[in-house]
């Protein structure tokens, strides 16, 4: 009768340890599911992201293109021409700002 109940005492213990063991792998199994959720949607983003800075990028390409910015002034009616060598001055020295100037600007 001894060996029986010797046997009972390690029995509960066994099936505790089963059963905490059991739930740290149900818990680690749902935590990996929802990484693996967490993981694909931050893809998913970054994905979308990478296709508007692509779209962005062309855009912006195609808006300092010098034959799209002709065009749009076109479209536009804005009539500019390219100024010629006697249009452009060069300023070489720039002038000195005097007291009564700088006290308005300051202010």
Known sequence: M???RRNNSYFIPIIIIVFILLLCYVWQHNTIVHLGYASEKKRKE???L???YREL???LIGLESPYKIKQNLRRHRIH????GERDVVIIKEARKVSSAARTLCEE
């Open 2 to 4: 001894k060996k029986k």
């Open 46 to 48: 970054k994905e979308a």
């Open 50 to 52: 990478l296709t508007l």
């Open 57 to 59: 990028n062309l855009k």
């Open 80 to 83: 500019l021409i390219v100024p």
